[in-house]
């Protein structure tokens, strides 16, 4: 059975095929040689980053801690936000509940019972 998924027959005896071949084979060779020297490369024993990992390590402290910081700043200027407006309903009831003085005054008052 032959491989005719790379584009070219074994069996064609075209003129460019030995100069295609030897071109062909040499860059199976080089890329087998890169792949070669990349699983050589894996199984070396890297050095490690230890300065890498740190300062990585606080840019995330510090980032957290930012994100952190910001979530309770905006969470304390709601809780005042929202006193304030609780405030602002007592002082309203306050002042609907007082009578004014200027209003005229009922002559009788009928009790609730």
């Known amino acids: 059975m032959n491989d005719q998924s790379?584009?070219?027959?074994?069996d064609s005896d075209d003129e460019g095929d030995g100069e295609e071949r030897r071109q062909?084979?040499?860059v199976e060779r080089q890329l087998m040689d890169r792949a070669r020297r990349a699983a050589e490369h894996d199984h070396q024993e890297r050095p490690r980053r230890w300065l890498?990992?740190?300062?990585a390590l606080a840019a995330a402290l510090g980032l957290?801690?930012?994100?952190?910081l910001?979530?309770?700043?905006?969470?304390?200027?709601?809780?005042?936000?929202m006193r304030m407006i609780?405030?602002?309903e007592q002082k309203q009831q306050q002042e609907a509940a007082t009578p004014n003085p200027e209003d005229p005054m009922p002559?009788?008052?009928?009790?609730?019972d």
């Open 6 to 10: 790379a584009g070219w027959s074994p």
């Open 86 to 88: 609780d405030a602002e």
């Open 64 to 68: 957290v801690l930012v994100v952190a």
């Open 24 to 26: 062909r084979s040499f």
């Open 107 to 112: 002559a009788y008052v009928v009790p609730a």
């Open 70 to 81: 910001g979530f309770d700043a905006f969470l304390t200027s709601m809780q005042k936000v």
């Open 52 to 55: 890498q990992h740190v300062i």
